[in-house]
């Protein structure tokens, strides 16, 4: 892959952490009020982790395309 395809997959990986976090941050603020109001939050937590667990994962490709741009630049 060359750079400027690595920059432009890096921008979207970006895009896709931002996106990610304001879920995250939103399902977080879901099962906190549920367990406020002493409602089931299982399912709220379910889909908090399934988030969670998408987030790491765009993360860990974010960093994957970082570094492949460090050895590129060199």
């Not at 409602?39 to 908090?48: R, S, V, Y």
Request: proline fraction near 0%.
């Amino acid at each position: 892959m060359n750079k400027a395809e690595l920059l432009e997959q890096l921008s979207a990986a970006i895009d896709a952490i931002a996106r990610s976090e304001e879920l995250v941050a939103n399902q977080r603020q879901i099962v906190d009020l549920f367990e406020r109001q002493r409602q089931d939050a299982i399912q709220a937590k379910e889909m908090l982790e399934q988030f969670e667990e998408i987030l790491a994962s765009q993360m860990a490709n974010r960093d994957r395309l970082l570094k492949e741009l460090s050895e590129i630049s060199g």
